[in-house]
């Protein structure tokens, strides 16, 4: 005859090994209870409402929440594996938002929450590292069965730790609809040479390998007469037949140039040298209007349009800078009439850079508000290692969805999966200096940098975050398709961000179009 001890310890072992099962429940109740971690108070072995499994010693309440006077910690002077769980029944079956704020010092082999036996998939969180702020996630899930378990796990080694509070489980549903890449590289790089290949070893076409991922939209840069004549209106029309063709929804990003825009230069192009200002706001209408309204003659009409790229200090220097903002916003404005004169449905976007800087944010879209300026939703570029914490940027992200009442959504991001280059030009993020601490620069941390930058967007409040841009997936390192259109042996400097490896093989961190 087995110990009951021994039997019960057989039916718990899988559970702390990071399988989908729950242990079993020590209560059980229809609603979420000490979701603030308060009952018990500090030091309290086991928190009021909950359940341990494991290295039990290693989970403990301690003063310091996020809200109220304590938090859960998972936290130990050797290597653990410890589960905090919470059993709930008597739900009604639909969707649930679990939503908890949590910080994380990194380094574990696991930390991460769960949604588990709620009849379906096991539904996972990782905790984002963040060691100063905390940061907002959110765990979706559909129960089906009536109940569902909620799992806090940890398989640390010695003085790792995470942080966790104030969670709450309503009704309620969740995702984001745009898992997107910028690939305004890839006619240039084929036509180059460049190869691209499934994580077999398969050659193919590189928008049909993302999509086979999960990519559902793609965001093309629109040069007015680059002088390698690429990303211009006859390349962009090309590519917008094959994105529409995927079954891919199509961002067209405007840059009112030549050459590349950005919060250090807004050039105007070289045919609108020269030009009044009244002139301008004809150029920047007539140029929309015709790109977009070729696009839908040919049946691939824009589902987003941006006016302008990483427009901090405006666009059309000097004419359009924001020491001028009447002016900004007269260009602004032409650009909206030109979308919205080809499809009304097309959906008009701000974008700009330092997508950690609230005050900048804030500044700008005061200024664009107090001017008049018309848009439909926010874009912001966030590069990790640049534009501030992770935290930093879910607050100037949730800021700028609640305060101007506007979805938001990630235009740009990339992150390392290597530091050496391929090609003879220095990358940009080169050394482990420049690197997000928690992130490494591999497959591993590229992959789990943007699931939790999906993560912030999809936590956005209000169901206003639309999802993610990944910036250049397929610019890899091939002769002649370098960052200066005008050099034809510059190289690139991204090749070590791209989604595509040095195999030219989709890499395994593509599957962050998955997320939810």
Partial sequence: ????????????????????????????ASTLTNGGFEAGGSGAATPGGWSEYGDTGASFTESGGHTGGYRLSHW??????????QYLSGLANGGYRLTAWVRSGGGQKSAYIALRNCGGAEQRTDLPVS???????????????????ISINSDAGAGNWINVDDLTFTPGTSGTSIKGADVSSLPKSEAKGGVYRDSSGTAGDALAILKSSGMNYARLKVWVN?????????????????????????LVDFHYSDFWADPGRQDKPAAWSGHSYGQLRTDVYNHTYDVLNSLKAQGTTADMVQIGNEINGGMLWN????????????LLGSGYDAVKAVDSSTTVALHLAKGGDLEGTRWWFDNARAAGVRFDAIGLSYYGYWHGTLADFQTTL???????????????????????SEDSHENIIDTGGELVSGYPASV????????????????????RGLGVFYW????????GNGWDPTDAASGNAWENQALFGYDDRALPSTSWFRHR
């Fill in 398 to 420: 949730d800021d700028a969805a609640s305060r101007y009442g506007k979805p938001v959504f990630v235009a740009e991001t990339a992150y390392p999966f290597r530091l050496d």
């Fill in 76 to 85: 130990a002077s050797t290597a653990y594996k410890v589960e905090t769980y």
């Fill in 444 to 463: 591993a941390g590229q992959t789990r940098w943007m699931n939790d930058v999906a993560s912030i967007v999809e936590a956005v409040p209000g169901g």
């Fill in 1 to 28: 005859m087995l110990h009951p001890r021994r039997t019960l310890r057989a039916l718990l072992l899988p559970l702390a090994a990071g399988l989908a099962l729950t242990a079993l429940p020590a209560q059980a």
């Fill in 131 to 149: 060691a100063s702020g905390w940061i907002r996630i959110v765990v979706p899930v559909r129960v089906t069965g009536n109940q569902c378990t």
């Fill in 226 to 250: 680059p002088a390698d004549g690429y990303n211009d209106k006859a390349r962009v029309l090309a590519m917008a037949k094959r994105v529409k063709a995927q079954g891919m929804k199509l």
């Fill in 472 to 479: 250049e997936a397929t610019w890899t390192a091939v002769g």
């Fill in 319 to 330: 004419e359009g800078s924001t020491s001028n903002w009447p002016q900004l916003a007269g």
